[in-house]
């Protein structure tokens, strides 16, 4: 049972346009969502996160925004660059767990 | 750098064997997780330890086993390898029992033959 879903396995975006990464979930305990960025040969590095408090979180060109009702979030990347391709996972957590659930993983190509 | 330590980088064994991987947390973290991802798929959480005592545990065989010792740096145990035990072995830490915001180290890639 997949609590943490990212249904797009891949995407392609052209540079300087938006990139958006989309993520559900499942589980109504978490309350707590962060996007995890991996480059190969890397660990995953954290990138932004949102509480179930807010519906929006902005950091410089990366913006999280919280659906709770539709238990969605997403993650807009503006303007994508080149460097900006990797994987990105969401994932997932609650006050009372002591641990991240995460997504599969969407593999972002940022075209030059 | 994360500041999270993992050793080795790669490892290669063959079926039937164990093996151990380590983990060195960032200075101060007081929590570690295990983490496998196989083949490109996403993170399984395996367990985590908080100050030497194990808080939470997900998707563990009971062929594995993990300890986290008092200078806080943690081993995952894999014992009686299996091809299918192939996959990317990821530590993190953080600071809280909570999980907030966690540090990964760069992984232990584990190649079963």
């Known amino acids: 049972d997949q609590q943490v879903k990212q249904n797009s396995p891949s995407l392609s975006v052209q540079e300087g346009r938006i990139s958006i990464l989309n993520c559900d979930y499942t589980?109504?305990?978490?309350?707590?969502f962060l996007w995890y960025k991996k480059y190969p040969a890397e660990g995953p590095t954290f990138l932004i996160s949102?509480?179930?408090?807010?519906d929006k979180n902005e950091d410089g060109r990366f913006t999280v925004f919280l659906n709770k009702s539709a238990k969605h979030l997403s993650l807009h990347i503006v303007p994508s660059q080149p460097g900006d391709s990797a994987v990105y996972f969401c994932?997932?957590?609650?006050?009372?767990?002591?641990?991240?659930?995460f997504g599969g993983g969407t593999r972002l190509m940022v075209k030059p | 750098d994360s500041g999270v330590t993992q050793t080795p980088k790669h490892l290669i064994t063959a079926t039937g064997q164990r093996v151990t991987l380590r983990c060195s947390p960032r200075?101060?973290?007081?929590?570690v997780y295990w983490y496998q991802q196989s083949l490109d798929q996403g993170l399984q959480f395996l367990i985590q330890?908080?100050?030497?005592?194990?808080?939470a545990k997900g998707n563990i065989l009971e062929r594995f086993s993990a300890q986290q010792f008092p200078d806080l740096h943690s081993e995952l145990n894999l014992s009686s390898l299996e091809l299918g035990d192939s996959a990317l072995y990821f530590c993190?830490?953080?600071?809280?029992?909570?999980?907030?915001?966690?540090?990964f180290g760069q992984g232990t890639r584990l190649t079963v033959v």
């Open positions: 589980n109504s305990m978490f309350d707590y």
């Open positions: 330890y908080y100050n030497g005592e194990e808080r």
């Open positions: 993190a830490s953080s600071v809280v029992y909570g999980v907030t915001e966690a540090f």
């Open positions: 200075s101060g973290d007081l929590s």
């Open positions: 949102i509480s179930s408090i807010k």
């Open positions: 994932a997932a957590s609650s006050n009372a767990g002591n641990m991240l659930t």
